[in-house]
């Protein structure tokens, strides 16, 4: 299996802080990266497709970068509603397999 | 709307058997693969499997492969996911998820609000 680790598993920020969050895989898996965002109760939500693509409604302070076994998730200017869980998963070989999370928590 | 809407919260004893539902609508059924996710109370992820509603064709995670088994209903548009002997270990959150695959990538962009499933003597 392709093994995900990310980093770090949590850190604490304030609003208007900007995070960077990373994810290494253990072989190249090209842009097969995602990432989602878990908000308290809810069901994980995905923010970037494909390593850096926006999926369709999510704001402009989310960007994705990175190929081949190296990714970050960075948000610019942290939002209340970001306090959140984020996870990437590689979508390159079955079976899909997630990182363990990062949580984000207010400061 | 697309919506994935999942049976309620079970608890069950070790050895018992289950069966978790997700019924989906807003999209034509037979056109997105879905997948299983299991969080444990710790918050990790895991990927559990896929069917193809077209076929039932599946493909488990070699961690869930034997001990689970999914299945569609394409009369009634539900996905589900059945234990025979359910264990202690089994206790987590259940998530169906819809693929979604383009020319660069597949992800997941629906899921479905969760089944919380308890397994304890």
């Known amino acids: 299996d392709i093994q995900v680790t990310q980093s770090p598993s949590s850190l604490s920020a304030s609003v208007g802080d900007r995070v960077t969050i990373t994810c290494r895989a253990s072989q190249n898996i090209d842009t097969y990266l995602n990432w989602y965002r878990q908000k308290p109760g809810k069901a994980p939500e995905v923010l970037i497709y494909?390593?850096?693509s926006l999926h369709n409604g999510v704001p402009s302070r989310f960007s994705g970068g990175g190929s081949g076994t190296d990714f970050t998730l960075t948000i610019s200017s942290l939002q209340p509603e970001d306090f959140a869980i984020y996870f990437c998963?590689?979508?390159?070989?079955?079976?899909?397999?997630f990182g363990r999370g990062t949580k984000v928590e207010i400061k | 709307e697309v919506q994935l809407v999942q049976s309620g919260a079970e608890v069950k004893k070790p050895g018992e058997s289950l069966t978790i539902s997700c019924r989906i609508s807003g999209y034509i059924f037979t056109s997105s693969w879905i997948s299983w996710v299991r969080q444990l109370p710790g918050k990790d992820l895991e990927w559990m499997g896929r069917i193809d509603p077209i076929d039932s064709y599946t493909y488990y995670s070699p961690s869930f492969q034997g001990h689970v088994t999914l299945s569609v209903d394409k009369s009634t548009s539900t996905a589900s996911l059945q234990w025979s002997s359910l264990r202690a270990s089994d206790t987590g959150m259940y998530y169906c998820a819809k693929r979604h695959c383009d020319n660069t990538a597949c992800y997941f962009d629906y899921w479905g609000q969760g089944t919380l499933v308890t397994v304890s003597s």
């Open positions: 998963q590689q979508s390159y070989r079955t079976p899909w397999t």
């Open positions: 494909a390593a850096i």
